[in-house]
């Protein structure tokens, strides 16, 4: 049993509120990340991912956070600086609560930064970070770029296109049933103030749950997003999550795309495609 979280919904309810009917812009992964001193970082996410795990690390701060909290560093390479959030998180626990609900066989690691960060470029939403695993001071640990120049307030944000902006929260539903994200709450989501909502801390996600995460919440997926998520089989996932899933974890993960494409079959059978892919 899942209890509704409070918090987050009242959020992504007031961000919602901003809906006009207006032309939808397509999402890419078109963007140009910016340095402590906001200047535009002329790297590509593949390039940011190079430069996250071989960069210097100059400088490292303790930001208390969340439940874990995070080490906020600047990485230096090639006179370009970026900073980065790295977390060192993975615990085991035989029973857990988390938002009103209890799971069993719980799980709080960093290795679920880079797995939500793959799933996102494999399925074409790009509102993760670029995260990889890195070893700091012998540490291992997930280490993530940090997103500048965001709203203090995500209900500070009122975007012009207000459809593209509700578009990345219904996929952010749907990402976040696929990953059974049991932690999404108002200081994981980021907005930037290109309207860009950023999804960050997943190390509670990639539980070992057969269901997917409030599956009653899904009702709408961009269509090129479905298109990918049809097509990707056992054996991609199984690359995407090299490294970072265990075979039972992705075993979980397949049974909750497979009841994710029956929901959204019996939505379009019930709704029209039109009124559910976007």
């Known amino acids: 049993m899942v209890v509704p979280r409070r918090p987050v ?3 992504l309810a007031a961000l919602a509120v901003l809906a006009v009917v207006l032309p939808a812009t397509p999402q890419t992964r078109e963007h140009r990340f910016l340095g402590p001193d906001l200047g535009v970082v002329p790297l590509t996410d593949d390039e940011i991912v190079e430069f996250l795990q071989t960069a210097e690390v100059v400088e490292r701060e303790r930001i208390r956070v969340g439940i874990n909290g995070i080490d906020r560093l600047v990485l230096e390479k090639d006179g370009i600086r970026l900073r980065a959030g790295f977390r060192e998180v993975d615990t085991r626990k035989a029973r857990a609560r988390v938002g009103g609900a209890s799971y069993f066989e719980f799980r709080d690691s960093y290795l679920f930064e880079p797995a939500a960060y793959r799933l996102s470029l494999a399925l074409g939403i790009p509102n993760v970070p670029p995260a990889v695993l890195r070893r700091i001071r ?3 640990g997930s280490l993530q770029i940090w997103v500048e120049d965001i709203f203090e307030d995500p209900n500070q944000a009122h975007p012009d296109n207000s459809m593209a902006w509700v578009h990345q929260l219904w996929n952010m539903t749907f990402f976040d ?6 932690d999404r709450n108002p200081g994981n989501i980021l907005v930037d103030h290109r309207y860009r909502l950023w999804m960050i801390d997943h190390t509670r996600a990639f539980q070992q749950q057969s269901n997917p995460f409030e599956l009653e919440r899904v009702g709408h997926v961009g269509r090129d997003v479905w298109e990918r998520f049809q097509a990707l089989e056992r054996s991609d996932y199984d690359e995407i999550f090299g490294g970072l899933l265990k075979a039972s974890q992705i075993g979980s993960f397949m049974n909750r795309r497979d009841k994710l494409i029956e929901h959204i079959n019996t ?4 709704r029209t495609e039109g009124a559910v892919l976007f």
């Not at 049933?177 to 049991?182: A, C, E, H, P, W």
């Not at 939505?267 to 019930?270: N, R, V």
């Open 9 to 11: 919904r009242a959020l």
């Open 177 to 182: 049933s696929l990953i059974y994200n049991v």
């Open 138 to 140: 012998g540490v291992a």
């Open 267 to 270: 939505l379009i059978a019930e």
